[in-house]
């Protein structure tokens, strides 16, 4: 009000907006935002674009400016440490890929860290409340993560070591991930899909006809030297494009041609993976009037105005561009039939050094695991239980809470760990059946946590969605066929016993409420119907005939 009393060309006036330039710029400071993109030419032909949107915010400050006021409120409310969501469809191939910048299980995985202090029936509550509301806000089934499906790792996720009951972890491996997932997402940024390298994302259907797509919210607290306490947000995106030619332009792959910074955005960059120096794989970029840098090879543009992305490449080998991850984790059943069969997890280590591994697999109550049967081999050799550094295992209740199975151990170098158990199929009543019982019953992935070692330092990337946690992969999921009952049987009996019924109540109808009249009246019929008078004509023709012999 003072200013606005104030002649415009006072010094008072620009004394006014110094102050606040210097506040804007305090709470940017504060309250940051950044937002990123990598794009990787792959071997096989397609290309790799994932974006990260990072914001961060001093829990003292009341006002959220740029970062998601529903998610902060959220994680407040509930009394969250940590939160991992993601949506996923498609396959990572480890193999011809690399390791992933976020890996995520297929389908929607859900991660939450309550704070320690918590009591345990607190936890529970939290927990179904905060399903029930992120399930809202992101358009999915997040309630159907009963108490079948959801687990409570005791160390594989616990930020201190310890083994800790307040971590909850759901995977909906059969969940269908759709643009809807992806609209809030992209509300939750500062500048949505008007500026910035969101824009790229106007056009939805473009980003789910591809041969992999995750959408992850990543939310996480930390203190800083000062004792400041900081929140973190980091929403990610990989989609994994298939180009009919080695070339990439924003207006090819996302029909934009030109995109902008985001005001908002304290940094906009891009980088490109170029191959190494040694190979014979070349990556031409343009345009070069732009302002970019070389580190580890990736070349990284600063985002200006009018800026468009163009590059193209030759036949890329697997070895100039992708470093394999001497780390690998199969899942998979043998056997045959519908009764039983025996699960299998295979963990490979390439490596020439021991790594500190923890395995985590989860397996519903309908396939009954006789944990007596299990087998642990290393290189074929059979080892006993006392291998296994750690143990946890939480046996399945009958239609209810699932088999989990946790299990730290040190692979030795150039090693095959093979960990085997039976397991029985259970008959399912006829209202538990799926509709498509028939596809099969889908088991969400097992997990395996990788100790982070200077030796795996050339294969990390730049994704801040690991920090200095472990590294944690997914195996596929598994689609595992229940015996099934002839489901046509039910229909067959309703039609047969519904047409002898109806053939019944006609005739009893009919011969209750019609009214009869005589048709034969002195020896003759006096109906005009049609059989009445074929019966008139037939018996006549019997008359004449026994005239004639009598």
């Excluded at 060309?9 to 004394?15: A, K, V, W």
């Excluded at 259907?205 to 959408?215: E, P, T």
């Excluded at 490449?313 to 056997?335: A, C, H, M, Q």
């Excluded at 992935?445 to 969605?465: G, M």
Aim: proline share 6%; glycine share 4%; hydrophobic share 35%.
């Amino acid at each position: 009000i003072g200013i606005a009393m104030r002649d415009r060309n006072t010094p008072n006036d620009f004394q006014w907006v110094k102050v606040m330039l210097v506040i804007n710029v305090m709470l940017l400071l504060v309250n940051g935002f950044t937002e990123h993109m990598d794009v990787k030419p792959l071997p096989t032909g397609q290309l790799l674009s994932h974006f990260e949107f990072s914001s961060h915010r001093d829990t003292t400050d009341s006002n959220y400016n740029l970062f998601p006021k529903l998610i902060g409120k959220l994680t407040e409310e509930y009394q969250i440490s940590e939160l991992s969501l993601s949506y996923t469809q498609g396959r990572w191939d480890f193999n011809n890929w690399g390791l992933p910048l976020v890996d995520s299980p297929r389908g929607v995985y859900l991660k939450v860290i309550f704070q320690e202090d918590l009591s345990p029936q607190r936890v529970e509550e939290h927990w179904n409340r905060l399903k029930s509301k992120l399930g809202s806000i992101f358009c999915s089934s997040l309630r159907s993560m009963d108490e079948t499906i959801v687990i409570s790792p005791r160390k594989i996720f616990s930020t201190s070591g310890q083994e800790n009951d307040h971590i909850r972890v759901g995977i909906l491996p059969r969940e269908t991930v759709c643009t809807e997932n992806i609209s809030p997402w992209i509300k939750s940024l500062p500048c949505r899909s008007n500026s910035g390298l969101a824009s790229l994302l106007k056009h939805p259907k473009i980003l789910y006809n591809v041969d992999y797509h995750s959408l992850g919210v990543h939310w996480s607290k930390s203190k800083q030297k000062d004792g400041t306490e900081i929140t973190d947000l980091l929403q990610t995106l990989s989609v994994v494009f298939t180009l009919e030619k080695n070339e990439f332009s924003f207006d090819s792959v996302f029909d934009t041609a030109k995109i902008s910074p985001c005001p908002l955005a304290s940094t906009s960059t891009i980088s490109v993976f170029l191959p190494k120096p040694s190979s014979s794989s070349t990556v031409i970029i343009s345009p070069n009037e732009f302002e970019s840098t070389i580190e580890n090879r990736k070349q990284t543009f600063l985002l200006k105005d009018g800026f468009n992305l163009h590059f193209s490449w030759n036949v890329i080998e697997k070895s100039d561009l992708v470093d394999t991850f001497p780390v690998k984790l199969y899942r998979y059943t043998t056997g045959y039939g519908h009764q039983s069969g025996r699960m299998e997890i295979h963990i490979v280590n390439d490596l020439n050094i021991e790594l500190d591994l923890t395995v985590l697999s989860t397996y519903p109550w309908y396939l009954r695991m006789y944990l007596h049967t299990m087998k642990i081999s290393v290189n074929g050799i059979e080892k006993p239980r006392s291998f296994l550094e750690n143990e946890y295992i939480s046996p399945a209740e009958e239609r209810s809470v699932p088999t989990y199975i946790e299990q730290s151990f040190t692979a030795p170098p150039q090693s095959h760990i093979r960990f085997s158990v039976e397991f029985e199929k259970a008959f399912l009543h006829w209202q538990e059946y799926n509709p498509d019982a028939h596809r099969g019953y889908d088991i969400g992935p097992a997990i395996l946590q990788i100790e982070r070692s200077s030796d795996l330092q050339k294969f990390y990337l730049s994704s801040q969605a690991y920090g200095e946690d472990p590294i944690v992969i997914y195996s596929n999921g598994l689609l595992v066929e229940l015996s099934t009952p002839d489901f046509s049987m039910p229909y067959n009996v309703i039609t047969f016993t519904s047409t002898v019924v109806a053939l019944f109540f006609g005739s009893m109808i009919s011969a209750l409420l019609l009214r009869y009249r005589s048709i034969y009246v002195d020896g003759t019929f006096v109906s005009n119907r049609p059989v009445p008078s074929i019966m008139r004509a037939v018996l006549k023709i019997v008359d004449r005939i026994l005239l004639k012999f009598t």
